[in-house]
């Protein structure tokens, strides 16, 4: 059967096949509805209602399933790939049955250019511009050490290469690219005059020495290295409510493979917490980080050593940031609706705050121009 690419191309035949697969040949689809999401990026993502009869128990049911399909106008097939290899192999027997310390939504359907999983109900969402709940955050550093942790040396050789949104970035592209770039990334920024000060002397800094940025990119992509998420911020997760309130639901895993996972917990930080937050709970998060990490095992690296891959991190974002600017505003401009599009403006405008001012907690100008 032909695999669907856009939502008004699925039929019931080819979602009675799924649904058969998944749920018994007594249950039969009597009908089908869809509806757009204001979500997503390179995918465009609908709410696909079906409408089940148990035919041995003559009882009805509707149940709710996530689309994603790839947009024709962005080459990422690969990224589907990956998110299906994910799913078929690592989350086969989440949640509660594997190592896996998150939820993950049940797949039904894999292909490079369509993904169905089950909808996850009921959850709390927050954008990332909300910001991750304040009361949530040491749970969710908790449960990315225990993922690291657990995944510590494990095989990912059917995921992504390059893990991590942006990793694909080189050192070399860092190093030509971002001299000619900061200025107009700032220029787009609001920060208060102080700030914006302080951010361009290291910019200027940066690249005065383009060395220095190389440098920062090898450290992260030679660093300590496990299976990490590669998106890892406050949108992609659904938090459990009710009898489910101590799960958390982790989604999007179309950039996960090896990297370094010190990636994960600065561009949770960065894209999906609020800088005041992080500044409450940066150093607490970091020693948790460790503590539980050594708990599931991994005790070569130390607190400092930690704190130092971090901070290494924290800089190379925010050189990703700063190259891949335009690139965002892009994406942005192409979303699928005028919301989508507002949303996704604002989103990667206080990223960029988030990622400057991440910088200067971290780093000052004496430091790195003697990096």
Not at 15 to 38: C, N, R, Y
Request: overall charge negative.
């Amino acid at each position: 059967m032909t695999t669907p690419t856009r939502p008004a191309a699925l039929t019931l035949a080819f979602l009675q096949d799924i649904v058969a697969q998944h749920m018994g040949a007594t249950v039969e689809m009597k009908g089908f509805s869809w509806q757009a999401m204001e979500v997503g990026v390179i995918s465009e993502v609908v709410n696909v209602r079906v409408e089940l009869v148990d035919k041995e128990t003559n009882t009805t049911m509707e149940k709710d399933l996530i689309a994603k399909f790839l947009r024709p106008e962005f080459p990422f097939e690969q990224m589907f790939t990956v998110e299906s290899n994910f799913y078929r192999r690592i989350a086969a027997g989440a949640p509660g049955t594997s190592d896996l310390p998150f939820g993950v939504p049940k797949a039904l359907f894999l292909s490079n250019v369509l993904i169905i999983l089950e909808r996850v109900a009921p959850v709390s969402t927050y954008a990332c511009v909300a910001g991750c709940p304040e009361d949530q955050i040491e749970r969710v550093v908790t449960k990315l050490a225990q993922f690291h942790g657990r995944f510590w040396g494990a095989d990912c050789s059917d995921l992504a290469s390059s893990a991590g949104i942006g990793s694909e970035l080189s050192g070399e592209a860092k190093k030509e690219q971002f001299p000619g770039c900061w200025q107009s990334f700032l220029d787009d920024v609001p920060l208060d005059k102080e700030d914006r000060s302080r951010v361009a002397a290291v910019c200027e800094i940066l690249s005065s020495q383009p060395d220095v940025l190389e440098r920062i990119h090898n450290a992260v992509a030679t660093g300590p290295s496990t299976l990490i998420h590669g998106d890892f911020h406050t949108a992609n997760l659904l938090f459990g409510t009710a009898k489910d309130a101590e799960l958390t639901w982790l989604v999007d895993w179309a950039t996960c493979g090896k990297g370094n996972p010190m990636r994960d917990l600065v561009f949770f930080f960065i894209v999906g917490v609020y800088s005041k937050h992080r500044r409450t709970h940066e150093a607490a998060s970091l020693e948790q980080y460790a503590k539980i990490i050594a708990q599931e095992g991994v005790t070569e690296l130390t607190l400092d050593e930690w704190k130092r891959h971090y901070r290494q991190c924290v800089l190379n974002q925010f050189l990703i940031l700063v190259v891949y600017d335009n690139l965002s505003k892009h994406l942005a401009t192409n979303a699928k609706s005028e919301k989508l599009r507002q949303e996704l403006h604002a989103h990667f405008r206080e990223v960029n705050v988030r990622a400057c001012l991440a910088v200067l907690d971290q780093f000052d100008e004496q430091e790195l121009s003697q990096y």
